[in-house]
Every structure is written in structure tokens, then in C-alpha cells.
């Protein structure tokens, strides 16, 4: 079974994904981790020194490599949703999942991350609310099901993307 989180940078797509492979058993992946170690540098220098077209080709490669190998749990950067070739590669290798939080919930997670190269302008709320409104329906297209985040704790939150699972029948019910 292969599990990919999609949704906006701060989502917790990480660290839901982390805990979700925990009590599955299976491995977890990180996409932006994986092209850090593939261009051997942060996302941010590559990022500002070879620009969004050489970093979303990369990802892309990334992308369709981890949805080609074994079953696991894959969280997707927050901007994999551009590309529709990535879409339809995320939609047709498992079962997709959207963590939608609203901007001012992630905002209120992530206003202290300086690691988020999208978020270092005058006004990251607003670029949040940008970024919502443009991503938020490539990230529906790309899902099978949609998780309303709010404030609930991860191991909360684990438990409803579990439950949302075991009612499509994607994975057998627990006892």
C-alpha cells in the first residue's frame, strides 16, 4: 500500500506521514528530503541559484522514482501539485491524501521557520492565502480524500486519516 500526503507547506504533511508509516509498518519518505540529498544541497540555495523550472524538473523526477518503488508513505512538498504530470503520477501510484489546513492555522504553526524559502516576504500570511487559493483545487484533483486538519493533535489526526482508509476499505478495519 502506498499512502502520499499532499497540502500547503506547515501542513504536517511530515510529520503526520511519519506517524501514519509508524502504525502501518511501512517505510516513510520525505520528497523534499529525497531532493535535498539528490542535488546534495538545501532546496532554498538550489532554489535561489538554478530557479522554480530546474527545482520543479528534479522534483519531478523524485517523484515519479518514489511512486515507483515499494509500498510506503510519501509526504509531497507543497508545491508537487503544480505540475499536472505530477498530479496524475501522485493520483494513479496510491492513495492520496490532502491535509487541508487554512492559512492562518499554518501560519500559526510555521510563522517561526525560517527553512521555508516561500515564507520569508513582508506578509507570509498573505502569501499563505495566495498559495491556498491558487493549490487548494489541484491539491482536491490529486486526492482521494480530504482531511480538514483544524487543531487536533497528530496522533488525532492520524487516527482520522486511518479511519477515512478503513471506511473506503483501502486498509482492513482495526479492532
Known amino acids: 500500500m502506498r499512502l502520499i500526503l499532499v497540502g500547503l507547506p506547515g501542513s504536517g504533511k511530515s510529520t503526520v506521514g ?49 511512486c515507483a518503488q515499494d509500498d510506503g508513505v510519501i509526504a509531497t512538498g507543497g508545491g508537487a501539485v503544480l505540475r499536472e504530470s505530477n498530479r496524475a503520477t501522485l493520483h494513479a501510484a496510491g492513495h492520496v491524501i490532502y491535509l487541508n489546513s487554512t492559512p492562518e492555522e499554518v501560519f500559526r504553526r510555521v510563522r517561526h521557520d525560517k527553512a521555508r524559502p516561500l515564507l520569508q516576504v513582508d506578509d507570509p500570511l498573505q502569501r499563505l492565502r495566495d498559495l491556498h487559493a491558487q493549490r487548494d483545487p489541484l491539491y482536491r484533483e490529486t486526492a482521494h480524500f480530504v482531511i480538514e486538519t483544524g487543531r487536533p493533535s497528530v496522533p488525532t489526526l492520524v487516527n482520522m486519516v486511518l479511519m477515512q482508509l478503513e471506511l473506503a476499505g483501502a486498509i482492513p478495519a482495526r479492532n
Not at 33 to 54: D, L, T
Open 18 to 66: 511519519r506517524q501514519l508509516a509508524r502504525r502501518l509498518g511501512l517505510t516513510f519518505t520525505d520528497v523534499d528530503h529525497a531532493i535535498e540529498q539528490r542535488i546534495g544541497c538545501s532546496i532554498r540555495s538550489f532554489f535561489e541559484r538554478e530557479g522554480e523550472v530546474a527545482f520543479r524538473d528534479v522534483e519531478e523526477q523524485v517523484i515519479r522514482e518514489l
